[in-house]
């Protein structure tokens, strides 16, 4: 009789697990439909802090993208992803990808996060939160933490949803590698 009881909290217990996963899973597909892989990325021109203002999706055809959107400026998790995209930047440059950030804030608030940060990849302003939208990436008045890669003929080829800053960089790496093998 002992044993039934501790199977049935065994039990319980895995059914709750199981239901927490499956709340995690839908909290990740929170921002909307996401695109469709294998097909083109939705297309884009935003404002920028670098170069002539303004940066396009297809400034970059031939090269990955590594399209990244996070919640703010100098927050504490929006802060570590963007130092490690930074700190892991010339690794991305040897597998002729590009970075780029995407948020709500505007483009002055980028140009001194980026100041403060040493950023030496661009960010750009969605503030009317369209090409959030467009990428299933926009809760309410913010972009998500949501990461997508692009091949160099503008395909998207990954999608990154529930996005652990610490890691996400490396996590983009080994992905990026393993596309490219094959292709």
Known sequence: MHLNF???ILLASCLIVLIS???LASAQALGGQQPALN????EFTLPTNTGDGKISL???QGKW???YFYPK????GCTLEARRFQQDLAKYQARNAQIIGISTDDVASHTEFCDSEGLKFP????TDGSVSKAYGSWLGSMSLRHTYLIDPQGILREIFLGVRPS????EVLANLDRLIAVN
């Open 6 to 8: 501790w199977k049935k």
């Open 21 to 23: 996963f499956n709340f």
């Open 39 to 42: 097909l083109p990325a939705p």
């Open 58 to 60: 297809s400034d970059y």
């Open 65 to 67: 993208v590594v399209l």
């Open 73 to 76: 400026d100098f927050t504490p």
């Open 123 to 126: 960010l750009l302003a969605d």
């Open 167 to 170: 890691i996400h960089s490396q």
